[in-house]
C-alpha cells in the first residue's frame, strides 16, 4: 500500500524519509540491488521526487555514511575535552549504543564493505577516522600519556578497533558479553603495563 503524500511536510521531512527508505532497503537487499524507484515509493513519492532531493542513489548513500561517521566524530571530540583515559572512550561510546542497533546500519559489514568500494565514500571515511584518531590523541595527551604520538596513535587504532570488534560480538552474542568488565579488564591492562613503563621512563616491550 502506498503512502499519501502530505504537502505540508518540509524539504527536510522529505529528506529524511528517503534516508530511512533507503536505509532499510540498503539493509534488506544491498545497495547495489536497491533501486531509486524502491526507495521513493517506500515513502509513497515519485522517482522525481527522489531527484528534486538527491542527485542519485551513490548521494543518499553517502549522506548515511556522513550521518554516522559525524555523529562518531562529533563524539570523539567530545570525549577528548574531558581529561580521558583510553578506557573513557569505550565507555563513552558504548553509552551512545542505543543509537546503533542490530536493525540499522551503524555496524552492518555489508554496508561499510559496499561503502568502501565508492571511492569518493571510502575517502570521506579515511579522513573521518583521521580525525577520530586525532580527538583521541588530544585527549589522552592531557591525560597524563606522554609517549609519542605515533604510540598514541598505535593506541587510538587498537581502542577503536576494540570498541568496534566488542560491539559487534555483542549484537551477535549479547548474552556473553560483558561490556563492563571488558572496559575495566582493559583499563586494568593500560595502566598495569602501558601506563606503568611509561612512569619509569621505559618504552621497551
Not at 502506498?2 to 533507503?22: C, D, F, T, V, Y
Not at 560491539?167 to 551477535?172: A, K
Request: one cysteine or more; hydrophobic letters at 40%; proline letters at 3%.
Amino acid at each position: 500500500m502506498s503512502i499519501k503524500q502530505s504537502p505540508k511536510l518540509s524539504a527536510e521531512k522529505r529528506r529524511e524519509q528517503l534516508l530511512s527508505s533507503a536505509q532499510k532497503l540498503f539493509l534488506k537487499k544491498g545497495y547495489r540491488r536497491t533501486t531509486v524507484d524502491e526507495i521513493a515509493k517506500k515513502v509513497g513519492l515519485t522517482k522525481g521526487a527522489f531527484y528534486f532531493h538527491f542527485d542519485n542513489k551513490e548521494h543518499i548513500f553517502f549522506d548515511l555514511v556522513k550521518l554516522v561517521l559525524g555523529n562518531y566524530m562529533a563524539k570523539t571530540k567530545e570525549i577528548s575535552s574531558q581529561n580521558p583515559s583510553p578506557a573513557d572512550f569505550l565507555r563513552v561510546l558504548f553509552e551512545e549504543k542505543g543509537e546503533c542497533r542490530s536493525d540499522n546500519f551503524c555496524y552492518n559489514i555489508d554496508f561499510w564493505v559496499q561503502a568502501m568500494s565508492i571511492p569518493k565514500i571510502k575517502r570521506y571515511m579515511n579522513n573521518s577516522f583521521k580525525k577520530v584518531v586525532d580527538n583521541f590523541i588530544d585527549g589522552v595527551s592531557s591525560s597524563g600519556y606522554k609517549n609519542s604520538k605515533i604510540n598514541l596513535k598505535d593506541l587510538a587504532v587498537f581502542t577503536f578497533s576494540l570498541f568496534d570488534g566488542l560491539w559487534i560480538r555483542h549484537v551477535v552474542q549479547p548474552s556473553i558479553i560483558d561490556i563492563p568488565a571488558q572496559i575495566e579488564l582493559f583499563d586494568t591492562l593500560l595502566k598495569n603495563n602501558y601506563l606503568f613503563k611509561n612512569k619509569r621512563g621505559n618504552n621497551e616491550k
